[in-house]
């Protein structure tokens, strides 16, 4: 049975104008999934309904086979320890009045998870490559991918099954991205990732699957490496075609 | 004679390094690539080329671009050289662009501005869409009259390279031009920039932190971290057999993406 079960999906901001249409995909338990597009393709959108802030105006997504309603508290709340997110940019994803111990205690505090909370953190901090002891610090004294990685176990600490992550490398300088991309990569050997990017190079890198999103709709879907090495659509083959590569020699 | 040099730049704020003792020669027609992070100092080297720095930054050192010293020059002399001698595009075109005035005003302004300059009554109107033609911009009759927030942003960008161009500068400087843009909009830019620089002899100093474009269209790179040159040379060579650690580092990091994709097509 799928984690995640994404079936028909339509969903517009206004009536006349579709965002999503019939979006459709499925993901097993432990695997990663690439969301690729360009800007307005909907991979936000998508993960926006994923994470349960919207509802799809047609179609259903299904969590471990219940139907995610985000009008369902109770749901909800479950829902919520069991998926989390990291977005884009570190700057503005971490409150700055409060310390890295009450951003990362926030969800397990929110959620109502018992138990020993600080040392939650501290392995929280640690699965991220932090050192514990900075858990009085302010977002302000890191650096943006020492932020991100905040941002992670704040994602991480409550144990999720699914996490979602939005271009969480995209803001992060080319070798801080290298560094993160390896931690995702760690934590996607523990959980079912899906990462959100306009970067093929990274999804490449980080992913089991792909679905290429291009105005609303899956144009194509599969295997990281049959979708790169033998790509169907032609939107696919434009968006690998356009990717600047390193020259050869 | 370079149409660029600068010896011993550096750049401080309130006593602190921004940018230490660089110096680089930039040809007339040649395309040089300044690589480097956040913060390494990129677009403050790009910026002093044109005297456009921020007057609390302290500057020392010398900026030749052709026979003016850029260092300490009053701003009625750089706004001669501004689109006569460089013009620039930045990042973003939509804060590039006045977002109250129609794209073809914006393009006639430099226009007007190089007329009067020059003595020459022009036809604006008519070399409005000419420029517009050049930077494939579709429907350039209908698209001059549509506002910056009416067009996609890779049209937006089109329109900012078009207002540089309307200057014939003798050297382009172009700061991260594709960073905010997607892939395929960025892919047909690029082939625009390229193309336009080798017609019209003009010199290019891009600055980007993406390995692969700078690769794809400068000759020579100079790379930065935390305002100091560590590497220089041909990007070929520099590419092909980094001599720094912090460019082994950064080769390496953008040959791992790559590698990732597979066989290029």
Redo the contacts between chains.
Sequence with gaps: MSLLAVDQVGFGYRREDAVLTSVSFTLQAGTSLGLVG??GSGKTTLLRLMLGLARPHTGSIRFDDALVVPSDRDFMRQYRRKVQAVFQDPYSSLDPRQTVLQIVLEPLRALGIPGDRRGFVAAALAAVGLDPAIVQRYPHEFS?GQRQRIAIARAIVARPMLLLADEAVSAL??????RIVELFKALAAQMTLVFVS?????V??LCDEIVILQRGRVVEAGPT?SI??SPQHPYTK???????????? | MSLLAMDDLSITVHGRPLVSNLSLRLEPGKRLGLIG??GSGKSLTAMAAIGLLPPALAVSGSVMLGETQIVGAPASSLDRLRGTVTATIFQEPLTALDPLLRVGSQVAEPLRRRARRDGRLIDVRREVVALLQQVAIPDPERLMHAYPHEIS?GQRQRVAIAMALSCLPQLLIADEPTTAL??????SI?KLLDSLVRERGMALLFIS?????V??IVEEVVVLRQGTVVERGPV?QV??GPQHDYTR??VG??????T???H??
């Design positions: 360009e800007s943006g300088d080319l070798s801080t991205r290298v306009h970067d093929l190079g990274v490449a890198a490496g790169l090495s434009s968006l690998l075609a356009s990717v600047p590569r390193m020259p050869a020699y | 992070e956040s942003g997607d892939v395929t909009t960025q892919a690029l932190h993406d390995l692969p474009i690769a794809s070929q590419f092909a580092s950064l990091a953008a040959r791992a993406f790559d990732g994709l597979g290029a097509a």
